[in-house]
């Protein structure tokens, strides 16, 4: 359909179209995050609640998440379990203030987990390498706590759970972790194709401003010129 409509509206080429088509593909399977260790531990809503691993939780469970809008801590239902293969993954050790959790987190280092802002807001969520470059306390079950220590695990399996909530975020070990999301990103990717089509200097103009807080800003960057040149901008 995509296709078609692109045809019909005698904006981009056969070749373009498809190209675009293909970026809001990779974009719908991106999960957002794909990236926690299937051994990590949460809690599940089982009268009474008790300690599960990750690869052993199913669909329709509910597990403990922190509350975001709402007051305190909350179960909320599982939707989707994603496995996606092995990735480089690290473990992050922050303070646990005696938590029943284990004091770490493995996952990748574009994992992103919910971290201290400021008072008036408390919650903000960005990738591990952020974190640890900004020297910000991840947001855990028992309150802010510093990371005291990173080491690098190697290549292990990986995956991520998507949770029936507003803020995309569930306890791992205890840190408020962001979990996936992929069919909103495939809207985005829509979206985001049809402005670079029909508005390509705010597109770019979007995109080069917020490049800057990329992990790979300068590379961000140098594609990001390349492609706009392509496109005579």
Partial sequence: LFLQKAKSCGVLSDEEAKQIFEWIKNGSRYAFNKCICPESSVVIDDHPPRFIKLKDVKVGDKILCPGGLRVGDCFDTVKNIFHNGTKLLYRVYFEN????????IDCTMDHKLSCFHDL?????????????????????YKGFCKITKVELLGEKETMDIEIDNSCHLFYANGAAVSNSHAIGY????????????????????????????????????????????????
Wanted: hydrophobic share 35%.
């Fill in 97 to 104: 203030f005696r938590s029943y959790f284990r004091s770490y």
């Fill in 120 to 140: 008036m807001y408390p919650g903000e969520t960005i990738p591990l390498w952020q974190v640890i470059r900004d020297n910000r306390e991840l947001v855990t």
């Fill in 186 to 233: 495939g809207e985005l990717g829509r979206w985001t194709a049809y402005i670079k089509a029909h508005f390509p200097m705010h597109f770019y103009t979007a995109w080069l401003y917020y490049a800057k807080d990329k992990q790979y800003s300068q590379e961000e960057i140098e594609e990001l010129v390349e492609d706009a040149n392509t496109n005579n901008i």
